[in-house]
């Protein structure tokens, strides 16, 4: 009896080729973004993860069509098989307003300030759902509750200001989801919170995936936080994606150099007083990547071919790699990495 193979999980998101210049000075333009290739299906967490400058946030942005004025884009971004790029205005009003939401890395630098809170969860369900200003004041107060803001009728009156950081990332997950959407894109929402805090956040934002069955794109520097809340990660370096895999793959199949030298710049428990290991060199922005691996100045194993040929992805293991000579799982030099209850920082 033959067997039948089971159904592929649909990709809510795919992003498909993602090129973004914008313009310098002297009318040139800069390559900001070279390549980068990802999909997240229904459901699922897909981490982001590479050192500041990489094009985290800007991949997240591309989805959304938030990018600075004059940036131009190359390859497709599809949101359920529908092209963004080619959207206008009024499908992409009702993909930002209904079917993706954003939460962004600083809440202050996102939420007007002379208004109130109130004003900032309700206005987007009064303007584009057609809710009446009494009933979009209920749900939004539910919702202040749900995410672990107490009093939620007082915050609702209060001006930015007046609460913390904490709280503010609060109030901007509620707002992420007050439009009931199917893709979260969270961009570092706990960079600028404590320790406890983070974990408060976090959790609030598993809840909320498992209740409502959300996809997530998690853009993150904290590979045992990306690792433990997805279920793939992504690479990204000078605006590249230069590995995928498996989360639960990522501290023992790595293939890529650069995310082998990430796993092994973490500071591991129980190592005592001994030096972190650096990655040799500096990170390169996209606009400085030459004709090849953008890596190959820091990669301890480069060859001639890595400084002329830029690597497409390809399969490696149980993910793929953009890298001519990835190191496979079964070789015996794998990379020695932390713990995972550990936290690293890229």
């Known amino acids: 009896m033959t067997e039948i193979p089971a159904p592929l999980e649909p990709s809510l998101l795919e992003v498909d080729g993602l ?34 400058g990489s094009g985290k946030s800007l991949t997240a942005r591309a989805v959304l069509r938030l ?29 930002r307003g209904r079917d993706v939401a954003m ?11 002379v208004r109130t809170v109130g004003d900032f969860l309700t206005e987007g369900l009064v303007t584009t759902r057609g809710v009446r200003p009494r009933a979009a004041e209920a749900t939004v107060t539910e919702l202040l509750r749900a995410v672990g803001v107490a009093d939620a009728p007082r915050r609702l009156r209060q001006r930015p200001s007046e609460l913390s950081g904490g709280l503010l990332q609060r109030v901007m997950i509620a707002a992420a989801l007050a439009g009931e959407p199917r893709l979260l894109l969270a961009d570092e929402p706990t960079t600028a919170l404590d320790v406890t805090t983070q974990a408060e956040v976090m959790a609030i934002i598993e809840e909320a995936r498992a209740e409502r069955g959300l996809a997530m794109l998690f853009i993150t520097h904290d590979l045992a936080l990306a690792s433990a809340v997805c279920d793939r ?12 895999l498996p989360a639960e793959r990522l501290h023992t199949r790595a293939s890529h150099p650069y995310t082998r030298a990430l796993l092994a710049s973490r500071p591991a428990p129980g190592a005592g007083a001994q030096p972190l290991k650096a990655i040799a060199g500096r990170p390169l922005s996209a606009f400085e990547a030459g004709p090849g ?34 190191i496979f799982p079964d070789q015996p030099h794998a990379v020695p990495c932390a713990d995972d209850r550990s936290t690293g920082h890229v």
């Open 103 to 113: 939460v962004f890395q600083d809440p202050r630098a996102h939420i007007n300030p």
């Open 233 to 244: 990660i992504a690479v990204m370096y000078a605006g590249t994606v230069v590995e995928e």
């Open 19 to 52: 090129h973004i210049t914008l313009p310098v000075k002297g009318g040139r333009r800069g390559t900001v973004i070279h390549r980068v290739d990802l999909t997240v299906p229904a459901g699922s967490a897909v981490g982001l993860v590479g050192e500041s």
């Open 67 to 95: 990018l600075p004025p004059g940036a131009r884009t190359g390859g497709d971004i599809r949101f359920d098989g529908v092209s963004v790029p080619a959207m206008g205005p009024a499908a992409l009003r009702a993909l």
């Open 293 to 326: 691996c953008a890596f190959a100045p820091r990669c301890p194993d480069v060859r001639e071919v890595c400084r002329t040929e830029r690597p497409p992805l390809r399969p490696a293991g149980d993910g793929s790699a953009a890298c001519h000579f990835p």
